[in-house]
């Protein structure tokens, strides 16, 4: 982020841009992880608090003069410090990065539905969109010939998920979103706006953007991209909330052909913020028995899973959890499935009753035999 101070000597001055930058830089963190009403109310850290939460920074295109010094700061900041902070302060908030979203613009003129035809200036607004650094990565398609043939606007309008799923893969996308935008009186834009897609819900959501009548259409239209933006993130970061002083458990089986897949379910595990700790049952070369504690409900659990190509499906009894694209396990026998009293004898065992501690839970009871 740029930052610029004047002071009475350019050392003073440097010192207190990169303070100005850290404060900055919080505020714009925790707007991007909490609800806005919630980062709202978040109080600022002490410049000794805000100076232990920060990792690192540097410096690009340094300038200054006696009195000033001006740069481009990127700062890290210390992600468990954050998240203490948060919670300690009673915040809930999202750390969960969706997968890509694919942006479906359709403009309405004349009433016509637009998407592929020119002009679109719905779509040319999108290609203007700044990068950004949300937790939803929005992918803008080019509208070739292989978008031409792989979604109508028809299609599109009628929410049609296989064909939308279709091309959002083609992006190395998951989810597509689509976005209507229809002119209103005074450069006013009304947006509907859905998601659609393993992640996506049934809502759409409504809001009118307001405009200048004496800009061209593209400009006319760009609040309207980054109030789409907007609206997206708020809604994931409400899907995906971590609340503090939550905590629910998921039982899963894990159904195992390799410890390669094994040890792809731990790494995702070990990786996702809402685990607060998982424990194995019991471990055998075709599955695994776990409990997973997590920080919200299993649907969050899911949906943070998809982002690591992961499935949580209910099954027979508890969940499964597998791989994407994984073939459903075969039952277990009946005279050894796990949780059926009987002993399991179709494979060794690889080990049980072991615990993983993910991140602090201050919330959370102990696991009995596990202190």
């Known amino acids: 982020m740029p930052v610029d101070a004047t002071a009475e000597t350019a050392p003073v001055a440097r010192d207190r841009a990169i303070a100005e930058g850290r404060r900055k830089a919080f505020r714009r963190l925790i707007e991007r992880v909490a609800p806005l009403a919630q980062a709202r109310a978040v109080k600022d850290p002490t410049d000794a608090e805000l100076q232990r939460m920060v990792l690192g920074f540097e ?32 915040t809930p908030y999202a750390e969960t990065r969706s997968l890509p979203v694919l942006v479906i613009p359709l403009y309405v003129t004349g009433g016509e539905v637009v998407l592929w035809k020119e002009p679109n200036p719905w779509r040319t607004a999108w290609y203007d969109l700044p990068p950004q650094g949300g937790l939803v990565p929005f992918v803008v398609p080019y509208g070739d010939v292989a978008d031409i043939r792989d979604l109508l606007p028809e299609q599109a309008v009628a929410g049609n998920l296989a064909a939308l799923t279709r091309m959002a893969e083609r992006y190395g996308a998951r989810d597509a979103v689509v976005v209507k935008a229809t002119p209103r009186s005074g450069g006013a834009t009304e947006l509907s706006v ?22 061209d259409e593209v400009k006319r239209l760009a609040p309207a991209v980054l109030r789409t933006v907007a609206m997206v993130e708020e809604a994931w970061k409400q899907d ?34 809402i685990v607060a700790r998982y424990q194995v049952i019991l471990l055998t070369r075709r599955e695994a028995l776990i409990d997973v504690w997590i920080n919200g409900e299993a649907e969050q659990f899911r949906v943070a899973l998809a982002q690591r190509d992961l499935e949580l499906l209910p099954g027979a009894g ?8 994984q073939s459903m396990p075969e039952p277990a026998p009946a005279s050894g499935a796990i949780g059926s009293g009987a002993p399991y ?19 959370a009871p102990p696991v009995p035999g596990t202190q």
């Open 318 to 325: 508890d969940y499964i959890l597998k791989q994407r694209g």
């Open 194 to 215: 859905q998601r659609l897609g393993p992640s996506g819900t049934d809502r759409t959501l409504l809001e009118t953007v307001a405009g200048g009548e004496d800009l």
């Open 59 to 90: 410096v690009a295109n340094e300038r200054s003069s006696a009195v000033r010094w001006l740069a481009d700061l990127t700062i890290a900041f210390d992600q468990a410090a954050i998240r203490n902070y948060l919670r300690s302060a009673g």
């Open 240 to 273: 995906n909330l971590i609340r503090p002083g939550f905590e629910s458990r998921v039982t899963a089986t894990v159904p195992i052909d390799s410890m390669k897949r094994w040890l792809t379910v731990r790494e995702a595990l070990d990786g996702l913020s």
């Open 345 to 363: 004898s179709a494979a060794p065992v690889y080990g049980t009753e072991e615990t993983v501690i993910i991140g602090p839970s201050p919330s």
